[in-house]
């Protein structure tokens, strides 16, 4: 009885601080600083998106890519929320294979964030 009860008020610890850790979990960019931090050209400069395409990225270059498109995902979308997390997911996985430089990557990661694809449903006017 007493260890079922402890259990119990285990599990409702767990929960609660679970919760509070997902408040927590802010996206660290918004989705218009992804876009300027990987998609931005700077100063003439290709942007991050195309310098890693180009074959050009540095293994700091990819993690960074990748960190940024995860904070994408947690942003909330303007349009439909199943299709965001479909484009998100697709462009993660493809993100995560470059970091580990998985033969092919590059041309799934360029093909997975194509600008016009998502920015038709997502972006607004
Ligand atoms: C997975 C979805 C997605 C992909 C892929 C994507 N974008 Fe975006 N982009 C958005 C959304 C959503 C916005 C609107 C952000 C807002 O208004 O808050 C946006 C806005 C922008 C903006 C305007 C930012 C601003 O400050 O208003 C630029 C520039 C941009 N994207 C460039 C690109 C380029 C270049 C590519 C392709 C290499 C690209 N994006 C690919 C979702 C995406």
Redesign the pocket.
């Known amino acids: 009885m007493r260890i079922a009860l402890s259990l119990g008020l285990a599990a409702l610890f767990l929960t609660a601080s679970m919760a509070g850790a997902d408040d927590k979990d802010k996206p660290k960019y918004?989705?218009?600083e992804?876009?300027?931090l990987?998609?931005?050209k700077d100063k003439g400069m290709p942007?991050l998106?195309?310098k890693i395409t180009d074959g050009k990225g540095t293994d700091e270059d990819k993690k960074k890519i990748l960190e940024l498109?995860e904070a994408?995902?947690k942003?909330p979308?303007?349009?439909d929320a199943a299709d965001?997390k479909k484009?998100?997911d697709a462009?993660i996985t493809a993100a995560k294979d470059v970091v580990d430089g998985k033969e092919g990557s590059v041309a799934v990661l360029k093909k997975?964030?194509?600008?016009?694809?998502?920015?038709n449903g997502?972006?607004?006017k």
């Not at 997975?112 to 998502?118: E, P, S, T």
């Open positions: 918004t989705t218009k992804v876009m300027k990987a998609h931005g942007s998106l195309t498109y994408l995902a942003n979308t303007k349009g965001w484009l998100n462009i997975a964030a194509a600008c016009g694809a998502c920015h997502h972006k607004g």
